[in-house]
């Protein structure tokens, strides 16, 4: 069983920077593939960032390229989303989410354990 519990997340103006973090418990940490996804309210939870079990292999939604950045500590067991030059459009709830092996994958149900979710605002 994995736990996962995000944090970061708040209200923002345009072109603010958050980082978003998400403590994982359990041993497996390292040999799980983790994504962050977005929800905002009326519409589909999407990818925005995902990052292989070693760290070394990344894949960025394409509104989110060059802004925001994935990035892992195994010795923390904690994911985090950088995200700057942030627009009213990226508000949404972040979810973060452990994948079943350590490959980046790209489909949802491939994630067998997820957080609760922090909102982020971002006003204009």
């Known amino acids: 069983q994995v736990q996962l519990v995000e944090s970061g997340g708040g209200l923002v103006q345009a072109g603010d920077s958050l980082r978003l973090s998400c403590a994982a418990s359990?041993?497996?940490?390292?040999?799980?593939?983790m994504g962050w996804f977005r929800q905002a309210p009326g519409k589909e939870r999407d990818l925005v960032a995902a990052i292989s079990g070693s760290g070394t292999s990344t894949y960025y939604g394409d509104s989110m390229k060059g802004r925001f950045t994935i990035s892992r500590d195994n010795a923390k067991n904690t994911v985090y989303l950088q995200m700057n030059s942030l627009k009213p459009e990226d508000t949404a709830v972040y979810y973060c989410?452990?994948?079943?092996?350590?490959?980046?994958?790209?489909?949802?149900?491939?994630?067998?354990?997820w957080g609760q979710g922090t909102q982020v605002t971002v006003s204009s």
């Open positions: 989410a452990a994948g079943r092996t350590s490959l980046v994958v790209l489909v949802m149900t491939l994630y067998d354990y």
């Open positions: 359990g041993p497996t940490f390292s040999s799980r593939a």
